[in-house]
């Protein structure tokens, strides 16, 4: 490989992982007050060997490899565990390991080789050269023998893009690419057929081969699969190991182990070893034998031998040294914004459904008020004229507004998922991501607030002057931007699509009710009012009308009597021309203020529990 790596073995003494029960099983088993996922387990992964986490459902195999990783979220581990020879730092333990998950997470508008570039540029240390970093992941690409359809994209599962298997093997390189010394794979077979689940076996071979230690949890493996490995850690229900050693030359030492305890039936001829290991190792097995397998294994030699290589890989070897990392990230911050922009920019651009569809959206919308309200911007001879003008702006501010808000929750969504993956990864801060998907709206929301004004300000025909025509372009750029980025916070704040979907309902009424034109400032109750000024719809209509004719002293007739446009947008709607600069400070604020609160639930709240 062109990037060296250090060599480290994983020891574990006596681990224990307790979790508080459902309330459920609280109310009927009253005297437990914590529920025991993992029992004194006892092990050690080593390099160049790969070993595989077997078990019945429910016997603890995730648990036990989410421990290790330091990927839980809630619960009390117990123990001790040490990465060649110290105890462990989670922080320092992120950037010299990798975790495979059992869903392939990833971008689906970016490419294989992008994907994998992304992960190197955000994992690998800033002072390698760009063209060895270049290297290593084209090195990367051949032994996950993905090089062949590097360009590809990704897609989304099921639907386009790469197949299961290939998603899998990506979901290896994009973790092998950050060169670390340990790897965890959560069942890298699963949801596979035999030729896939060998494919990404043989590239799961190919990497143990360069020295890396990996561990797999594994789930009925053929016998081809299941021989792979070089050692088997063997779990129980109640989180108990029940065999931890070397398979064999065709699973002969398991086969040995199993076959000298007394009434265990001998194994049949081409019977598959992996299937035979877990039937004659279940509980209702356990119950027929009147044993049990973990206190045979607790008794052992092997349970001893296996103690004493623990003991020996608890000691640092001479010379060594503990891991240090100055910094939790590879990347300071401004590296980690740049390259989620460039990933978000790569990834905004190729996806025409969102961004393509909208501003089809636009455009038709643009042309329709221009046609329905044409050259009715300066006719205002009655209050009514006045009315059909405000109703155009109200309609373009709510629907365009609504449109943009709601195509974004999808888009985020599916991002969100890929943000905990690659945050657990030790790739960012949540900021960096959360800032990158902020600035990369920006131009598309800028490039639609041109293609609108450039489309209704002359076919409505409002007045000509640079003042006006910047203002009514500005305030509808503040709009596009604080509905767009309400729809991004809905969407971190809630668990899911469908929660911030019926969420946004909410809000749209609010906007639509307490935005100024259904019902006027003057005539909104006084213990409503806080709702109006807490509304941005009301500013953004206070500013679109104020800022065209706020300052016009035509007279007009308005309900039988003589006033100047002015005094009646004052009088009538509560709009001071004066008060301007205040409403384009306002309409400023609503969107830094919905994009912080959308970095800031990006980054507290995680509804992916461990």
Not at 24 to 34: C, F
Request: hydrophobic residues 40%; glycine residues 6%.
């Amino acid at each position: 490989m062109v990037l060296p790596f250090e060599p480290l073995a994983i020891t574990f003494q006596d681990l224990q992982y307790h979790v508080e029960p459902p309330t459920e099983m609280r109310e009927r088993d009253s005297p437990r007050e914590r529920l025991q996922l993992l029992r004194n387990i006892t092990g050690a992964f080593r390099p160049g060997v790969l070993t595989a986490l077997m078990g019945v459902s429910g016997a603890g195999k995730t648990t036990l490899l989410d421990v290790l990783a330091g990927r839980k979220t809630s619960g009390i581990v117990e123990g001790e565990i040490k990465i060649g020879g110290y105890p462990k730092v989670q922080d320092t333990f992120a950037r010299i390991s990798g975790y495979c998950e059992q869903t392939d997470v990833h971008s689906p508008q970016i490419t294989v080789e992008e994907s994998v570039i992304f992960s190197a540029w955000l994992r690998l240390h800033p002072d390698i050269d760009s063209k060895i970093k270049y290297k290593f992941v084209e090195e990367i690409l051949e032994t996950v023998e993905l090089y062949a359809i590097k360009d590809a994209l990704v897609g989304i599962p099921g639907v386009s893009g790469l197949s299961t298997e290939q998603r899998k093997r990506l979901t290896v390189a994009v973790e092998v690419v950050a060169n670390p010394s340990i790897i965890f794979m959560d069942e890298p077979t699963t949801g596979l057929d035999a030729r896939s689940a060998a494919i990404v076996m043989r590239a799961v071979k190919n990497i143990v081969d360069t020295g890396r230690t990996i561990v797999c949890t594994i789930h009925q493996p053929s016998i081809d699969i299941f021989e792979a490995f070089d050692e088997l850690i063997l779990m129980k229900s109640g989180g108990r190991v029940i065999y931890c050693g070397p398979l064999g030359h065709n699973s002969s030492k398991v086969i040995e182990y199993f076959q000298n305890i007394p009434g265990v039936p001998k194994i049949r001829d081409n019977h598959n070893p992996a299937t035979w290991m877990l039937e004659v190792s279940s509980t209702s097995m356990e119950t027929q034998l009147g044993v049990d397998f973990g206190q045979i294994y607790s008794t052992s030699t092997l349970y001893e031998s296996n103690k004493e290589l623990v003991k020996t890989l608890s000691k640092p070897p001479p010379g060594s040294k503990e891991l240090y990392f100055p910094t939790r990230f590879p990347q300071n911050g401004w590296g980690q914004f740049k390259a989620c922009l460039w990933k978000q920019h790569l990834s905004y651009w190729r996806s025409p459904s969102y961004n393509l569809m909208r501003s089809m959206y636009m455009l038709c919308t643009s042309f329709l008020f221009g046609l329905l309200f044409w050259n009715q911007g300066e006719k205002i001879h009655n209050q009514q004229s006045l009315f059909n003008v405000f109703g155009s702006m109200f309609a373009a501010v709510l629907f365009s507004g609504i449109n943009n808000s709601s195509s974004v929750l999808q888009y985020v969504s599916m991002e969100r998922t890929v943000l905990y993956r690659e945050r657990f990864s030790g790739m960012y801060v949540s900021w960096a991501c959360a800032l990158a998907q902020v600035t990369i709206e920006f131009p598309y929301l800028l490039a639609l607030s041109l293609l609108f004004v450039c489309i209704t300000y002359p076919m409505i025909g409002y007045y000509w002057s640079a003042y006006k025509v910047f203002c009514y372009f500005y305030t509808f750029l503040c709009t596009l931007m604080y509905f767009t980025y309400l729809g991004m916070m809905l969407v971190a704040m809630t668990p899911s699509f469908p929660v911030a979907a019926i969420l946004q309902a909410q809000f749209y009424t609010m906007f639509n009710l307490f935005g100024g034109f259904l019902i006027p400032k003057p005539k909104i109750p006084n213990w409503w009012i806080w709702m109006y000024y807490l509304t941005p719809t009301s500013w953004s209509l206070n500013a679109l009308l104020t800022s065209q004719y706020g300052d016009v002293k035509k007279e007009i007739l308005v309900f039988g009597e003589t006033k100047s446009v002015e005094s009646f947008i004052r009088d009538y709607f509560g709009y001071h021309h004066d008060q301007l600069p205040l409403v384009f400070v306002l309409l400023a604020l609503y969107p830094i203020v919905l994009a912080s609160l959308f970095a800031y639930f990006v980054a507290k709240l995680n509804f992916q529990k461990r």
